[in-house]
């Protein structure tokens, strides 16, 4: 039963701050910033908010470094929109998941495009 309170508590966090960076959040180092995933722990207390964001790795720093300076707003505002006995402790994290997929369907198309040449057609051996 905690685990599905902790889902659905993430899930709402999720949709709380991907509200917030669109609408209430000046902060000039926070671009276009993307929530892919919140992982809340048992009891709540921290939240590991999963991110993506437009950019080379410098730009991505200092996405960083944007939304961890907003951590106190973002928690302000979070205690005011959910209904909860404590806000949990955010930390952001950048989500490499999407590179790594793409790194392998890349790599996929890759061996699949070379491997149909290599192959050759089998009439043109006859």
Known sequence: MEFQRSHRVGEQI?????????????????????????EVSGDLRHARIYFTALGEEKVRQETLRGLTSA??????????????RLVPELTFQFDTSLEYGNRIESLLRDLNSGGDDAQGDPEDDQ
């Open 14 to 38: 999720q949709k709380e701050i991907s509200a917030l960076l669109v609408k209430g959040l000046k902060d000039p180092r926070v671009g276009f910033v993307t929530i892919t995933a919140v």
């Open 71 to 84: 951590i106190p707003f973002l928690r302000r505002e979070l205690g005011k929109r959910l209904r909860l």
